[in-house]
């Protein structure tokens, strides 16, 4: 991955290239902390964050027909990310039982997620929301966040604050990248400002520049609820149906918006670390 000039001054000038600590809540790292049966089927998959209220993410069979079809594989000694594992999603889920920890994110406190992450071509379920992420309500409003594919791998972040149920309005704003390659990794995320009136939500693709920025009003009321990674709630009512097909290396997700030096000092930190010369 190129890294422009100017970002790798503005991560020499003012920032040391290590992962921020502050305000990280989740750090899933494919070289850590999975746990496996049936030889490469992932089980559960660790958070990294010492102390973390949110531990585990684990196989969901609920809603399932068959048991233990949803859980993810392992997949090791990947050439383009210098012989380092990811976790290959196909229309499977982990579900991190904590029903609060992730909240905050859209209520008032503000956020940052950064994935590596490598879409697969999308199978047919709800047109164009193949998640790889999310914390929304399972019923109601659906409030919370979420990262998608469209079926044609465009790539898409939201935010939604429970005052309205469009799909996509003023209170549910939708970011629209670019249509990713299949089975290429990038690094790609997300940024939402801190206060609890107009904030800024923002998309990034291998930069730290955005390519595409919204607005949400913030909802204080709101209630999230568990995050899961490989779709966009705990939808146990149909399980896999929104779902996306692809890898995913990496996932980290702060509990405030970096500013711009922490962003472009943690992406190129990633970049370096997956991407070697």
């Known amino acids: 991955m190129k890294i422009p000039a100017l970002l790798l001054l503005l991560t020499v000038a003012s920032f040391s290239g290590e992962i921020p600590k502050n305000g990280l809540l989740l750090d899933l790292d494919a070289s850590k902390g999975v746990s496996l049966e049936d030889g490469v089927r992932v089980s559960a998959w660790e958070n990294q964050v010492a102390d973390a209220k949110a531990r585990l993410f684990v196989k969901r069979d609920a809603g399932r027909k068959e048991e233990g079809s949803g859980r993810p594989t392992l997949r090791s000694g990947i050439p383009e990310l210098g012989g380092k594992p990811a976790l290959v999603f196909h229309r499977q889920e982990l579900v991190c039982m904590d029903e609060d920890t992730f909240d905050s994110l859209t209520t008032g406190k503000g956020h940052t997620w950064l994935a590596v992450i490598s879409a697969h071509q999308q199978q047919p379920g709800l047109k164009d929301v193949n998640s790889f992420f999310g914390n929304l309500r399972n019923g109601g409003k659906f409030e919370g966040l979420w990262g998608c594919f469209n079926d044609d791998n465009t790539l898409w972040y939201g935010t939604r604050n429970g005052i309205t149920f469009g799909r996509f309005d003023e209170n549910n704003p939708q970011l629209l990248g670019p249509v990713l390659e299949t089975q290429k990794f990038h690094i790609v995320g997300g940024r939402m400002a801190a206060g609890t009136d107009l904030v800024k939500i923002e998309l990034f693709v291998d930069e730290p520049k955005p390519i595409a920025v919204g607005e949400m009003p913030v909802n204080q009321a709101a209630n999230p609820s568990k995050m899961a990674i490989g779709q966009e709630r705990d939808a146990i009512?149909?399980?896999?149906?929104?779902?996306?097909?692809?890898?995913?290396?990496?996932?980290?997700?702060?509990?405030?918006p970096l500013d711009d030096a922490e962003l472009a000092?943690?992406?190129?930190s990633m970049s370096a670390f997956y991407f070697p010369k």
Do not use: T
């Not at 149909?238 to 779902?243: D, L, Y």
């Open 237 to 256: 009512e149909h399980p896999g149906h929104e779902s996306f097909d692809g890898e995913i290396a990496r996932f980290l997700i702060w509990e405030r």
């Open 265 to 268: 000092g943690a992406m190129e």
